[in-house]
């Protein structure tokens, strides 16, 4: 088998909810509640779901910006929710984050030289030649040139913008690239574009990704394994290939009718799902989407489906008990 790079085991995340004259407790939201999946070396693994579905949250609690409720998250032999802040210091130079936003996540103040470098300066990676050496080399990897070092953010389209925001998560050379919807604020047709660079330098350099997104049409074609999340759960996963062609849960169904498909010849009956999302705070009994599954049984409201692993197909739905 591949190497295992994460093995994330029992993930969860609750807010608190303060209230009343006391601020006192009043209940949790459960954003990310009983997570456990892994990740091979150099595969990208899709994460997908509505937005309120805890992928996000799940992104970053991998990175330790916030903390876990209880569960662990191995990163190679460390569990990361156990290290010094030290550590986890060290450990931050092989697992980086792309954001949805790359203008918020550049500071506007900064020459794109002085952004990309800080990576490496936080680190303490190379003298002043070779960290601008590597800012220019890294601007090139990504498709821009090295005299762009100069500029600042504004001076940027937003595909360029998240290039430089990819070309900032390189520059430590990390092992993990965790991308929080990179392409979501992008055109379609720069989407593609962003895309492809992204598989190119996972080949380049070796590179494992946990790709999320909101939708099943962008993590089709760059995703090795793909999970669906709904409150806070993994619901399915599985190959992608797999998942496209033989979806269990209803819910991955519905999703999955939403996607365009490029052939004309072929068409698919729309799965509307119907009502809105659940409160996290106050998720239904039983099986979280049997408020909106038009296949709901009895059982589905009173009883949480099991997370089955049917020949490495994962689905938590009472259809498949048997
Ligand atoms: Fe629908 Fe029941 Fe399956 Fe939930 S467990 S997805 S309600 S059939």
């Known amino acids: 088998m591949t190497e295992l790079l994460l093995q994330v085991d029992g993930l969860k995340k609750y807010f608190p909810i303060n209230g009343g004259l006391l601020g006192k407790k009043q209940g949790e939201v459960k954003a990310v509640d009983d ?75 900064h020459s794109i030289e002085k952004i990309l470098e800080e ?6 990676i190379g003298s002043k030649e070779e960290r601008k050496k590597r800012v220019q080399e890294m601007l090139e990897i990504v498709g821009l040139s090295s005299y762009h ?13 998240q290039r430089i925001g990819i070309a900032k998560a390189l520059m430590t050379k990390p092992k993990l690239i965790i991308a929080d919807e990179p392409v979501s604020a992008l055109d379609v047709s720069i989407q593609a574009q ?29 995703s090795d394994r793909v999970g669906v999340m709904y409150l806070g759960r993994l619901i399915e996963l599985s190959d992608s290939e797999e998942l496209y062609t033989n979806a269990m849960h209803p819910y991955t169904k519905a999703l999955l009718s939403a996607v365009p498909i490029a052939d004309p010849d072929i068409s698919r009956e729309r799965i509307t799902i119907t009502g809105e999302i659940p409160s996290p705070s106050n998720p239904p009994a039983g099986c979280a989407f049997h408020t909106r599954c038009s296949e709901c049984m009895d059982i589905c409201k009173t009883t949480r489906p099991e997370y089955k692993n049917i020949n490495g197909h994962f689905v938590a739905c009472h259809l498949y008990n048997d």
């Open 194 to 222: 962003v895309l492809n660079l992204m598989k190119d330098i996972q080949n380049e350099f070796q590179l494992t990704y946990i790709f999320i997104a909101h939708d099943l049409g962008v993590v089709r074609h760059i």
């Open 149 to 161: 070092a100069r500029r600042y953010p504004h001076q940027f389209s937003g595909g360029q913008r």
């Open 35 to 109: 997570l456990s999946f892994f990740v091979k070396k150099g595969e990208t693994l899709g994460i997908v779901g509505e937005s309120g579905c805890g992928k996000s949250t799940t992104g970053r609690l991998l990175m330790r910006l916030i903390e876990a409720s209880d569960g662990s998250i191995i990163f190679e032999d460390k569990d990361l929710r156990n290290l010094s802040k030290t550590e986890l210091r060290k450990t931050r130079r092989d697992i980086q984050m792309v954001f949805q936003d790359p203008y918020a996540s550049l500071n506007p103040r």
């Open 119 to 124: 990576p490496l300066i936080v680190h303490g």
